[in-house]
Structures are given as structure tokens and as C-alpha cells.
């Protein structure tokens, strides 16, 4: 492609001289067909996905192979789980990290089991003594129930995604539980 200076028209390669103006054309070096002239070929830059809350390349891989069962255990046996983790690799870091993850689940179970008795007690005490079992009251703890054990089937579904993790090795925040940072 070549291009004339006084106009700033861009004419084919086997075009002399401009059109317009007459003046001479120049061609562009290393300009690609459909540029314009006075641009310059930029490379865009890729992207990368990085994702945030995996945390895997801060581990050695040796750490990782040797404490990949101990990092498991959390989220197999729950708080025991948690206890044998901490007992068993207290010295390595992908073991503890896991640990974290595991308690950080823990306390969401604890919540909403916590959650779910309080709520039945609070309706089922007062209310109980005064109306009997209503219809409505009924329906009522019948959708805290299946709420409550709705967010402990999450719970446990995140352990199983967690350990696949870990089966990969790889050192990844729970879904769910990224949200408690006072246990990093």
C-alpha cells in the first residue's frame, strides 16, 4: 500500500503518484493491508485468566505431593478432620491452608445448623402454646427446614469440589467461605 503525503489518500502498490495532488507516493514499511498510514501495528496484549483465589502457585510441589492426604482429610472428616490435619503437617503449608479451608466450612455448617434451631425454636415455642399447629405455621417450618438443609447440601457439595481440588493438588479458596478472611 502506498500512501501520498500532501493528501493523506492511500492508493494500491502499483499506484506512482497521487490522483489528486500529483505528488509522488511513498510506501509504508511493515504496514499491513488496511492500515492506515501514521498508525502503528500494535500487538494487543492477551489476557490471562488469572483466578484470584487459587492459591496454588505459592506452594512448592514437593510440599504438595508429599501432604496431599493430610490435605484431604478436612474435608472428609469435617472438625476431626481438621484436628488430625493440623496434628499430622504442622510444618507444611498446603496441609494448613486446606485446614483453613475445611474449619472456614465447618463455620458455615455450624451457621446453619445454628440458624435452623433457632429459628424453629423461636416459632414453635411461643407460637405452639397460644395457636396449636396451624397451617400457615406449618408451611413456615417446613421452608426453614428445606432452606437450612438446601445451605448444608451446598455445604457438602463444596467439600466434595475441595477435595477433587486437593486430588489435583491444587490449593484453591472454598466458594462460599471466601468470604470469612479472618482465617487466611
Same mark, same amino acid.
Given at each position: ?26 510506501? =509504508? ?9 501514521? !498508525? ?5 496484549p ?14 512448592? !510441589? ?46 458455615? !455448617? ?5 440458624? !435452623? ?10 407460637l ?25 447440601? =451446598? ?30
Open positions: 500500500m502506498k500512501y501520498c503525503q500532501n493528501c493523506q489518500l492511500t492508493y494500491d502498490d502499483s499506484a506512482n503518484v497521487c490522483g489528486q495532488c500529483g505528488s509522488p507516493l511513498t510506501s =509504508i514499511p511493515g504496514q499491513m493491508p488496511g492500515q492506515m498510514p501514521g !498508525q502503528m501495528q500494535r500487538m494487543q492477551r489476557m490471562m485468566m488469572v483466578d484470584p483465589y487459587d492459591h496454588t502457585a505459592e506452594f512448592e !510441589q514437593k510440599d504438595i505431593s508429599e501432604n496431599k492426604v493430610f490435605a484431604m482429610v478436612p474435608y472428609i472428616l469435617n472438625f476431626i478432620g481438621v484436628i488430625i490435619a493440623l496434628l499430622a503437617a504442622p510444618a507444611s503449608a498446603y496441609t494448613m491452608f486446606h485446614a483453613r479451608q475445611g474449619l472456614k466450612l465447618i463455620v458455615l !455448617q455450624f451457621i446453619a445448623y445454628a440458624g !435452623q434451631l433457632l429459628i424453629n425454636s423461636a416459632l414453635l415455642s411461643p405452639n402454646t397460644f395457636i396449636g399447629y396451624s397451617k400457615a405455621l406449618s408451611i413456615i417450618i417446613a421452608v426453614i427446614e428445606l432452606l437450612a438443609w438446601a445451605c448444608i447440601a =451446598i455445604i457438602f457439595v463444596i467439600q466434595l469440589v475441595c477435595f477433587i481440588d486437593v486430588c489435583r493438588g491444587k490449593a484453591k479458596e472454598a466458594p462460599l467461605a471466601k468470604s470469612i478472611n479472618s482465617m487466611r
